[in-house]
C-alpha cells in the first residue's frame, strides 16, 4: 500500500505527456552585428565577385586577357613548328572562336573556380582533334575510381549529363586545376580567397549607394516639444511625419531640398563620426585585398595606396613577371602534353616571350648580353635564347 501511495504520488506530478517536433528545441539564434558572409560556391562567387564587383571583374579580365594575348611556339621533338596541325588547331579552335578567345575563356574559368576543361571534338587515332571548345567549370563534375584517379566527367545542363569517359587512349577532356592543399580533385581559385574582401567592399559599396539615396549627407534627428513639453507624438502625426520626411526629403533628388518644419519640431544634424570617416578606407583595404589575391598591382587597378612600384612600368613589368607568365606557361605545358597523345608525338606550347611589350627591355638585354658571349657558340646561344639548333646541310663543320 505505501509503494503504490508513492507512485501515485509520482504519477501525479509528472507532467502530462505532449506531442512535439523531435528537432522543435532546436533553433536558429541570430545576434545583432554578426557578419553575413556571402556562398562560397562558384556561381555565388561569379556573381558577387566578379559580375558584381568592379575590382574582381578587372583583375580577371586583366589576367586573363594579358595571358591569352601572347603567342605560343610549338615545337616537335625540340624542333620548332610554324605549320602543323595542332598549331593550325591552336590558330582556329572551332569556328566561333579564335585562339585569344579560346584561351581567355579557359583562363576566365580557371581564375573564377580554380579549374578549367578543354573539350576535344573529333579527330581519330594519331589525328588531332578537328575542334576545342571551353567547358563550364560549375557544370562539370568529376568521378574518381577505386584508386583516386579520375575515371570521367559529368556535364550537367538543364537536368541532363553528358559522361565523358576517361581510358587509356588520350582523354576526351583536359582538366587544368591550381593548387589545393585539401582537394585531390578541384582546384583553390583567387576569388575563393578573396571572397572576404569581397564581401567587404561590395557592403561598403552598398553603404555608400545607402547614403547618396539620403541626400548624401548623415542622418539628423527631429526633436518634438509640444505645448506642455511632453515629447510623445501621436499615432496620427508620426505617421504624417514619416511620409513626409519620405517624399520629400529622401533621394538624391531631393538632396538640398529645404525643410518645412511645423511647431513642436526642431531638426538636429549629425556628423560623420569616425567610423564613418574610416569606411572609405576600408573599402579600399578591401580592394588591395582583392587585387592581392590575384596577384595584380594596385597601381594597374587605379586603387589609391601603398605605391609599392615607382612607377607604371615597372609595376607592369611585375605583373607579366609574377602573375601572367607563370599561368600562361602551366596552362600552354598542360595544353601541350594533352594535344601530344592524340598525335601521338612530344608536343610543346610554351609563350614566345620575344613578343611581350611588358619584357621588350629585358629581353633586349639577354639578347645582347649573349650575343656578346664570344666563348659561346652559334647553337650555345640559341639554346639560351630558347631556339632551335640552326638546320646543317651534310658536311658543315
Known amino acids: ?25 532546436v533553433f536558429a539564434w541570430s545576434g545583432a552585428g554578426r557578419a553575413a558572409w556571402s556562398p562560397r560556391d562558384t556561381a555565388s562567387l561569379t556573381r558577387n565577385g566578379f559580375a558584381g564587383n568592379p575590382v574582381g571583374f ?38 566561333l572562336q579564335g ?46 575510381g577505386q584508386d583516386g584517379w579520375p575515371v570521367a566527367y559529368d556535364y550537367a545542363v538543364s537536368g541532363r549529363k553528358h559522361r565523358f569517359t576517361v581510358g587509356v ?19 583553390l581559385s583567387p576569388m575563393q580567397a578573396a571572397a572576404t574582401a569581397i564581401d567587404v567592399h561590395n557592403s561598403a559599396s552598398r553603404w555608400s549607394k545607402s547614403l547618396l539615396d539620403n541626400a548624401a549627407r548623415p542622418s539628423g534627428a527631429i526633436v518634438y516639444r509640444s505645448a506642455d513639453g511632453q515629447g510623445t507624438m501621436s499615432a496620427d502625426q508620426y505617421d504624417r511625419l514619416i511620409d513626409e520626411m519620405a517624399s520629400h526629403h529622401q533621394g538624391a ?51 589609391p595606396g601603398d605605391a609599392t612600384y615607382a612607377n607604371y612600368q615597372e609595376a607592369n613589368r611585375a605583373f607579366y613577371r609574377l602573375t601572367v607568365l607563370p599561368l600562361t606557361q602551366r596552362v600552354s605545358a598542360a595544353i601541350g602534353a594533352w594535344l601530344g597523345r592524340f598525335v601521338d608525338a612530344d608536343i610543346v606550347l610554351t609563350p614566345d616571350l620575344d613578343q611581350i611589350p611588358a619584357l621588350s627591355v629585358e629581353r633586349e638585354a639577354r639578347w645582347r648580353r649573349i650575343g656578346e658571349a664570344d666563348f659561346l657558340s652559334k647553337d650555345e646561344k640559341r639554346a639560351l635564347l630558347g631556339l632551335p639548333p640552326l638546320a646543317r646541310e651534310v658536311g658543315d663543320d
Open 1 to 25: 500500500m505505501v509503494l503504490d501511495l508513492f507512485r501515485k504520488a509520482e504519477k501525479d506530478a509528472a507532467p502530462p505527456e505532449r506531442k512535439a517536433s523531435a528537432a522543435g528545441a
Open 58 to 95: 578587372r583583375a580577371v579580365k586583366l589576367i586573363a586577357e594579358a595571358s591569352a594575348a601572347i603567342p605560343l611556339v610549338m615545337s616537335e621533338g625540340g624542333q620548332r613548328f610554324d605549320t602543323h596541325p595542332v598549331a593550325g588547331l591552336m590558330a582556329r579552335p572551332n569556328p
Open 99 to 144: 585562339r585569344a578567345e579560346l584561351l581567355e575563356a579557359l583562363y576566365g574559368q580557371l581564375l573564377l573556380s580554380g579549374d578549367g576543361y578543354l573539350e576535344a571534338v573529333g579527330g581519330g587515332l594519331g589525328e588531332a582533334p578537328l575542334e576545342l571548345h571551353v567547358l563550364r567549370s560549375d557544370r562539370m563534375t568529376l568521378i574518381p
Open 169 to 187: 587512349d588520350a582523354s576526351p577532356v583536359c582538366h587544368i586545376k591550381s593548387f589545393h592543399p585539401q582537394d585531390d580533385h578541384y582546384g
Open 253 to 303: 533628388a531631393n538632396a538640398g531640398r529645404p525643410m518645412l518644419l511645423e511647431g513642436g519640431l526642431d531638426w538636429k544634424p549629425m556628423g560623420f563620426s569616425p567610423s564613418d570617416m574610416e569606411f572609405q578606407k576600408t573599402k579600399e583595404a578591401a580592394a588591395r585585398e582583392i587585387a592581392l589575391a590575384f596577384g595584380v598591382p594596385p597601381m594597374l587597378l587605379g586603387i
